[in-house]
């Protein structure tokens, strides 16, 4: 069995750690201060109110430090692991490739389909792109991601188990319902971006053009991705896990996604939200809360925090350790901007096992497209690759609906 190593936390982690718990401290002092106020006047001062949203502005924002150190920390590839060794013609033609245009040929293990397709990069081009997708990416790092060849990958799922009976050990045996198959397609779509360089850039030796591509392509790729996970409608790109059909969990049924209620119009119940926090948990069958997380976005997180249990504990707690997440309720979060802000109707909260519940298929090869004459004196560096995504499991996502019922 291969071993899982986990690289040591650097001192920039360290430091957004320290920070990170003794802002929420402050926060937790300063809140605590608000809601005795509350309960004594039936309000808040003012002052207090600002200073309880200053301080949980600054836990956001170490939060944010650390998510950003960590991800940082994940780039790094971890000592001992292997690294795929690049032929070097490879590796010296396509090098030439970036730097001054010079013809690429079959024999050095790159290929185009056409002259306006670009040429397919070194795989280990495609692993820098890879390894830092996987770090700026959240939903990357916590659903199911699968490289295929194919352009449209189709996956059968059972949605009805086989039946199945008691009988004597004499007796006879009935035949059985057979279970019930859906046929899942996930096709891939192109995720294009075109990052320029000037050619003093390109002719400096000490450049690892290799990791500046990856660099450069990064947030582009990262950002469009994960708003196509979320909210995507499949139409030449991912479809995301918000645009299929929400209906109440009483109501679901295969091919929806389940909804519990937040109990207010547009916002929390006024009494007992986190009762219904609660009920988002236990949503989802037993099965999948092991391994399952709350997703949202940093404004709805600022007001989860703000929230205790019976026992006037805050249910949200930061990171113990370096590496590990946020938690409610003792569930891991994960922040995604692209997800709704709380308002009237909106499916702001996700919970499930993500792993289990949703797909997403990377077409293998990445192409490169040269391009030195579109904005001289830059050269641009058309790169694309396929990538599609959908839910896989409808059981193991659940939302929390912002509406009274």
Known sequence: MKETKQAPATPEARAAMHEMMAAFEAFKGANDARLDEIERKASADTLLEEKVARIDQAVSSAQARLDRALSEQRRTPIGGEPRTVEAPEAKAAFDGYLRAGQTLEVKAGLSSASNSAGYVVPEQTERAIERRLMAGSPMRD??????????????????????????????????????????????????????????SLLDDALV?????????????????????????????????????????????????????????????????????????????????????????????????????????????????????????????????????????????????DFRRGYLIVDRAGVRVLRDPYSAKPYVLFYTTRRVGGGVQDFDAIKVMKFSAS
């Open 142 to 199: 916590i659903a199911t991601v699968r490289t295929v060849q194919a352009g449209v990958f189709r996956k059968p799922v059972s949605i009805a188990g086989v039946g199945s009976g008691w009988v004597a050990e004499t007796a006879a045996r009935p035949e059985t319902d057979p279970a019930t198959l859906a046929l899942l397609e996930f096709p891939s779509a192109d995720l294009y971006a075109s990052p320029a360089a000037t050619q």
């Open 208 to 352: 690892d053009l290799d990791e500046w591509l990856a660099g450069e392509v990064e947030d582009a790729f990262a950002a469009q991705e994960t708003q196509a996970f979320v909210t995507g409608d499949g139409t030449n790109k991912p479809r995301g896990f918000l645009n299929y059909e929400i209906v109440s969990q009483a109501d679901h049924s295969w091919g929806e996604i389940g909804y519990v209620p937040s109990g207010g119009a547009g916002a929390f119940a006024a009494t007992h939200a986190t009762d219904r926090l609660i009920d988002l948990i236990y949503a989802p069958k037993a099965q999948y809360r092991p391994n399952a997380r709350f997703v949202m976005n940093r404004r709805t997180v600022s007001t989860v925090r703000k929230f205790k249990d019976a026992d006037g504990n805050y249910i949200w707690q930061p990171a113990q350790r370096a590496g590990e997440t946020a938690s409610l309720l003792g569930y891991p979060v994960t922040e995604i901007e692209t997800m709704p802000d709380i308002a009237a109707n909106a499916p702001a909260i996700a919970f499930g």
